[in-house]
């Protein structure tokens, strides 16, 4: 925090919800940057600074903004491509052409949306760049224009060095992953398929896990949960509250609800979450370690299933996960209730079928008088193969960046645009470099490390570099 005065300032900003301007905030000047940090930082103040909302904002505008500085970089119009989905919706995909050899190019991916961030709630603007005490704040500093700006001032810097690459480098940056209307990517595998025709794909949801200002391990995400919503619903003839019956749809509900509140899906490890928990083991302390090496090894484990399901975030990992979310139900005050809803949210692991789970919670509720339906489809996200030519190039610049730091595959339980990507058959990759700590993303004050964003910049240039060298491999 500022002076005092800037204290109170900010105390009165905050409570009167009155925005103060960039310029109230002692901005810090950028450390020497070298050319490519500084270009990095400029796209990125340039991408923050327009407002990428589902509400009010343009991706479109964001995209032909960037479309403009990869031109004036030099990227002749035929690399360079915006396309509008729908107004306001914009997706921007730059091609760096490679030797021509069979093999099919890598995209790097990003998302230009951000989710709504009500400056009100701020305490520092929430679409204005701001670097403050070796910090970069912003709505969507860490989700997810930091890797948009640093995907394009790494394949400018490589066109600059007039590296070939063995192969096409693409950079996408495409509109609606944070749940808007009209998905970009979902919308360029369904219209302009060839863009996207690539042997894999580097993409957000990786990242560096941190404890207590530590570096623990460096995190790929190889695989993601599926997302499947169910209804649960009771109907019943109803009546007159004064003269109650048993049969009730609310109680049945009820009682259907604890029932998957109480049950546990069957450990079930796959190859990613194995070796999650293999690679784990060692940097996490106190009974979980070990833990996680008993389940590595046997996922039988009784005892060690109970000690990490003790954890959301390892139970998440081990299991297929269903709970109550949304809840709705009869119609007055003094009658018996003639219908009685509720949203269960799975999160299905990669190799389970959503017929089964529903299948299962049928069995659990064990009652006829609940009827349990999908809402929607999921969609089939199997996780991506942990090559050892990718893993390989990222273990050895992590551990020339960060020396003995272990890299980590690992299964995220959100959904990123890889849904639509490995739904596609095509094998796609979180990973970034980015040891941010807590970030508040999605919340408020989003904001990250200075210097992480300059090293994840040079890890992902060192990184696309050697997995295009002609000849490795
Ligand atoms: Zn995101």
Redesign the pocket.
């Known amino acids: 925090m500022g002076t005092l005065r800037q204290v109170s300032s900010l105390v009165f900003a905050a409570l009167s919800g009155v925005v103060l301007p960039a310029h109230a905030f002692a901005q810090a000047k950028p450390r020497d940057l070298s050319r490519w940090e500084s270009l990095a930082r400029d796209l990125f103040k340039e991408l923050i600074e327009i407002n990428t909302t589902e509400s009010v904002g343009s991706t479109a505008k964001a995209a032909h903004a960037m479309a403009s500085r990869l031109k004036a970089a030099g990227f002749p119009d035929s690399d360079v491509v915006v396309l509008e989905n729908t107004p306001r919706k914009g997706n921007l995909i730059v091609r760096l052409h490679g030797r021509s050899t069979p093999k099919k190019p890598i995209l790097l991916l990003s ?1 230009l949306d951000v989710v709504e961030a009500k400056a009100e709630d701020w305490t520092l603007p929430p679409f204005q760049f701001i670097e403050k005490d070796d910090t970069f704040f912003g709505r969507g500093v860490a ?2 224009k930091d890797d948009g700006a640093i995907n394009l001032a790494l394949l400018m810097r490589l066109r600059a060095e007039g590296f070939v690459p063995d192969r096409d480098i693409v950079v996408a940056l495409t509109t609606d ?2 749940g808007g209307p009209d998905n970009g990517v979902e919308w360029i595998l369904k219209n302009r398929p060839e863009l996207f025709n690539v042997e894999y794909v580097l993409n ?1 949801g990786g990242g560096g896990r941190i404890r207590e200002g530590r570096k623990l391990s460096h995190d790929v995400q190889a695989s993601e949960k599926k997302v499947q919503n169910f209804q649960l619903e009771v109907t019943n003839p109803g009546g007159h509250s004064s003269v109650p019956v048993k049969d009730n749809a609310i109680t049945h509900l009820s009682g259907a609800l604890v029932k998957i509140g109480t049950f546990d899906f069957p450990v079930h490890l796959n190859d990613v979450t194995r070796t999650y928990f293999q690679r784990s083991a060692p940097i996490t302390g106190g009974t979980m370690g070990p833990a996680m090496a008993a389940i590595a090894v046997n996922p039988n484990d009784v005892s060690a299933a109970a000690i990490l399901s003790g954890d959301p975030r390892y139970n998440s990992q081990l299991r297929t996960t269903c709970v109550a979310t949304m809840l709705e139900g009869g119609h007055a005050r003094n009658a018996l209730p003639q219908r009685a809803r509720a949203t269960v949210n799975c999160r299905i692991l990669p190799d389970e079928s959503p017929v089964d789970v529903q299948r299962t919670l049928e069995q659990v509720i064990g009652d006829p008088k609940v009827a349990v339906t999908p809402i929607g489809e999921a969609r089939n996200s199997p996780p991506s193969p942990l090559t050892p030519d990718l893993m390989g190039q990222i273990e050895r610049i992590t551990s020339q960046m960060w020396a003995g730091l272990p890299v980590i595959p690992t299964m995220s339980t959100g959904a ?1 645009d890889g849904v639509y990507l490995r739904n596609a058959g095509i094998p796609t990759y979180g990973v970034a470099g980015q040891f941010y700590g807590d970030t508040g ?1 999605h919340g408020m004050n989003e904001r990250i490390p200075v210097q992480s964003f300059y090293d994840a910049l040079e890890f992902m240039y060192r990184l696309v570099k050697s997995l295009t060298r002609a000849g490795v491999s």
């Open positions: 998302h989700d997810d992953e944070e957000e990123t993303a």
